[in-house]
């Protein structure tokens, strides 16, 4: 199994970039894909998650300037980042689990499969 991320780098506050996670080794289309990020000294938080039918949940810090999308036929699942905040530091990582629906915010314990993750910096 393999979560490959990319699309991270360095942008100034305002500014938008796409990551992408293109997923192998599953049957995609029965994973719930999310991504999570985690900051120098800080917990690991959920940032969005959709489900296998497409269902989205967004943290509350990211929600309406992040867009979480899926392409079962590419198995892939993208972040659509829009209007980025230094705040917005972190690596980010994409994660499968089977059958998930995310309902609230969560710290991805217990995701079955975690990709190495991608540096987005915001600068201010």
């Known amino acids: 199994v393999q979560l490959q991320a990319s699309g991270g780098g360095l942008v100034q506050a305002g500014g938008s970039l796409r990551l992408s996670c293109a997923a192998s080794g599953i049957t995609f289309g029965r994973y719930g894909m999310g991504w999570y990020r985690q900051a120098p000294g800080l917990e690991r938080e959920l940032v969005a998650g959709?489900?296998?039918?497409?269902?989205?949940y967004y943290a509350n810090l990211v929600k309406g300037r992040f867009t979480i999308s899926r392409d079962n036929a590419k198995r892939m699942v993208y972040l659509q980042m829009n209007s980025l905040k230094p705040e917005d530091t972190a690596v980010y990582y994409c994660a499968a689990d089977l059958y998930k629906t995310w309902t609230g915010s969560d710290t991805g314990y217990g995701m079955d499969f975690w990709g190495k993750g991608t540096q987005v910096t915001v600068s201010s």
């Open positions: 959709i489900s296998t039918g497409g269902t989205t």
